[in-house]
């Protein structure tokens, strides 16, 4: 007698997950051969915000674990600390011929054109490809998979990532709820083409997103949206508004899942991670995921008390200002986290290479 068909796979599930059973992937492979970063001048500390805003160095510090954080002058662009972060980089590389620049952003310069081909100009890059992506606090790790994918494909040889945010920009200075979390910074690595057993290959990348909770996090105005309307914005509809409770318990959760898959798939074990490198959210964000990966705290990075919440910057601001102390090291196995608007969450591996970080 003939079997009935198997069911088929829904399309939707089957797209989305990943093979998990597939492992580590085999042959070429994206490898960090350069970092740097870069924190605008101007340092706002808790001090500063209790003389303008109903709130007090205790309740930042108790609730965010955040003291400074650092402020863009007038004037100042998202592109103009990605310039610095992205110079920085490829001094750190030794080579400054990348065939593509990648911008991670939720501060572009301006809505149209992107800011990476300017940015990409005035690093001497004029001719490569060059673009922005939009993940807001997990761009650094879309950024990586989208390098990586580049690099996979023959695209290109080398990329530069920058993920860089003026997140002051677009935050209302009268919220308490936001202006004493939210700073602006960049970071910015090089990747070549290599191969996945050496130091500094990009393990699996896990990313995912959930848009049915898009208004956790959200501008409103400024978009096709509130424009087509033919209606102005409503007053403070341009600034970025939070969740802050909702937030919490879903950068949680999904952080603490794609660590766990993004490790498993790069075929380690929890206790194998020396190095947490997490999105520098939160200070008790950070403290209950690594609680509940069992990951100690001598084991945790963390810049967040020094430069706040700087969205997708985040990361690449940490690996670059923690490898600069020692605090990270090479052949330490690191385990990348992030989660934000959108909701978009990602989680990745790495050995970390013989790098300066500058
Ligand atoms: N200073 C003093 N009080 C403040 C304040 C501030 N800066 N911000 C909020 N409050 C008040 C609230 O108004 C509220 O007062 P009420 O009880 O009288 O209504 C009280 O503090 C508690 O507010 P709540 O929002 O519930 O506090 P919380 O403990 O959840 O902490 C966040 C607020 C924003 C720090 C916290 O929710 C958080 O970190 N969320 C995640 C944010 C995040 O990581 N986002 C980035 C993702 S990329």
Redesign the pocket.
């Known amino acids: 007698m003939t079997e009935p068909p198997a069911p088929a796979a829904d399309p939707v599930l089957a797209h989305h997950l990943p093979d998990a059973a597939a492992g580590p992937p085999r042959g070429r492979a994206a490898v960090i051969e350069g970092i740097g970063s870069y924190v605008p001048p101007g340092v706002v500390t808790n001090q500063d915000l209790e003389k303008r805003?109903?709130?007090?160095d205790e309740?930042?510090r108790t609730?965010?674990g955040i003291a400074t954080r650092h402020m863009i002058d007038p004037g100042t662009a998202t592109s103009d600390l990605a310039v610095e972060a992205g110079r920085r980089a490829l001094t750190s590389a030794g080579d400054p011929r990348v065939d593509a620049v990648v911008l991670a952003t939720t501060t572009p310069d301006q809505p149209c054109p992107a800011t990476a081909p300017d940015v990409a100009a005035r690093l001497g890059l004029a001719g490569v490809a060059a673009y922005d992506i939009a993940a807001?606090?997990s761009g650094f790790l879309y950024g990586l998979a989208t390098a990586s994918g580049l690099i996979a494909a023959g695209t290109a040889g080398r990329v530069l990532l920058i993920a860089a945010d003026a997140f002051t920009t677009l935050i209302d200075p009268q919220d308490?709820?936001?202006?004493?979390?939210f700073a602006d910074g960049a970071g910015a690595v090089v990747l070549r083409a290599g191969t996945a057993d050496e130091p500094g290959a990009l393990g699996p990348i896990v990313l995912g997103s959930d848009g049915t909770l898009s208004h956790l996090?959200e501008v409103p105005a400024g978009g096709s949206r509130q424009r087509s309307s033919g209606r102005a914005p409503e007053p403070g509809e341009e600034f970025f508004r939070?969740h802050?409770?909702d937030?919490?318990r879903h950068?949680v959760t999904h952080m603490l899942a794609a660590s766990g898959e993004a490790v498993a798939r790069a075929g380690w074990q929890l206790a194998d991670v020396d190095r947490l490198a997490a999105?520098q959210?939160?200070a008790?964000?950070l403290a209950t995921v690594a609680e509940r990966l069992g990951i100690p705290a001598e084991r945790q990075l963390s810049n967040i008390e020094r430069v706040g919440?700087t969205?997708g910057a985040s990361i690449p601001l940490l690996l670059a200002q923690s490898a600069a102390t020692g605090e990270l090291a090479a052949g330490h196995r690191v385990l990348l986290t992030a989660?934000?608007?959108g909701l978009a969450w990602g989680a990745t591996t790495l050995v970390w290479p013989e790098v300066k970080a500058l």
């Not at 805003?53 to 007090?56: I, P, R, V």
């Not at 308490?176 to 979390?181: E, H, L, Q, S």
Request: net charge positive; hydrophobic share 40%; glycine share 16%.
């Open positions: 805003l109903d709130t007090s309740w930042i609730r965010t807001v606090c308490r709820g936001t202006a004493v979390i996090i939070m802050g409770r937030t919490y950068a999105h959210a939160n008790r964000i919440n969205g989660f934000g608007g």
